[in-house]
């Protein structure tokens, strides 16, 4: 079962620089090749100041700059072999560029526990210069009847 | 940012499909690497589940599919939501359709909806992108 309690919770923020290979990485990975991702000066012709980060890569800086979100999952009550991502969702204030100093903070948005479902949602917010750039949710959920 | 004209988009507009290479063990791997989410779920399976992939390396493919259209600097609010695991072979096609098309005080919006199904047409994510162009 879920401990409530950490509804509210706040997480330790965590400093991520942006890597220019990460954004290619993940860019390949998914099986893409737009040179947007790759390619400066197209980047900056197409109004960017670099390579832009792609949309999910908060992804790569969540669990990369806060590897111990899994032991969180595990103390607040997920069994990680029965744990669902089932949403992700994303808020963009400012394009993300290759060496952004980008600090997380966020925690557990919320829990709810029911006859139905259990279900988290964790947001982190990412700054650079104290300014918010991106905004992640991520909402995973109990794999009932496993 | 975006890479079209606003006035020639109408609500139903349907964006070009993707059809993807189909999904590989190694490509899940891949996509680990490069996220960090190293969850035995994706990269081995469980006790409970085979190896699926990320529901983020999907939203991740929808997100190169609307940036391709419009632009990564025209999306400002993405969320997809996972509907059923795709597991290596699974051959994905990415749709996307403009549901919504307005214009306030703070600029040209489009919102759009982006669906990733099988080759069995079984809905694997959808996602609803709003976009200021």
């Given amino acids: 079962m879920l401990d409530q309690s950490y509804e509210g919770r706040e997480f330790t923020p965590f400093q991520c620089e942006v890597d220019r290979c990460k954004i290619k990485e993940l860019s390949l990975a998914a099986g893409e090749h737009n040179p947007v991702f790759t390619d400066r000066q197209l980047a900056r012709e197409q109004g960017y100041k670099d390579t832009p980060a792609p949309l999910t890569f908060a992804t790569v800086m969540l669990f990369w700059g806060y590897p111990v979100i899994w032991d969180r999952l595990t103390e607040m009550g997920f069994d990680l072999s029965k744990m669902l991502h089932t949403r992700e969702d994303y808020e963009y204030i400012d394009p993300i560029y290759p060496g952004d100093r980008l600090e997380g903070r966020g925690g557990v948005e919320s829990v709810t526990v029911n006859s139905l479902a259990q279900i988290a949602v964790f947001k982190c917010t990412f700054y650079r210069e104290e300014k918010p750039v991106l905004i992640c949710r991520l909402t995973m959920m109990v794999a009932e009847g496993v | ?133």
Avoid at chain 2, 58 to 70: C, F, H, K, P, R
Avoid at chain 2, 110 to 129: F, G, P, Q, Y
Wanted: glycine share 8%; proline share 7%.
């Fill in chain 2, 1 to 133: 940012m975006a890479l079209f004209d606003f006035e020639t988009i109408t609500v139903g507009t349907p964006i070009p499909p993707l059809i993807k290479q189909p999904l590989t063990m190694l490509q899940i791997i891949k996509y680990a690497g490069a996220s960090g989410d190293f969850n035995p779920l994706h990269v081995m399976g469980t006790k409970h589940f085979p190896p699926i992939a990320h529901g983020t390396l999907l939203a991740e493919m929808a997100g190169q599919y609307i940036t391709n259209w419009a632009g990564v600097g025209s999306v400002k609010k993405f969320r997809a939501d996972f509907k059923s695991p795709a597991e290596p072979g699974a051959l994905l096609t990415i749709k996307g359709t403009v549901k919504r098309k307005y214009t306030d005080e703070t600029g040209r919006y489009l919102i759009c909806r982006i669906i990733i199904t099988d080759e069995n047409e079984v809905v694997k994510m959808s996602a609803r992108a709003t976009l200021n162009v």
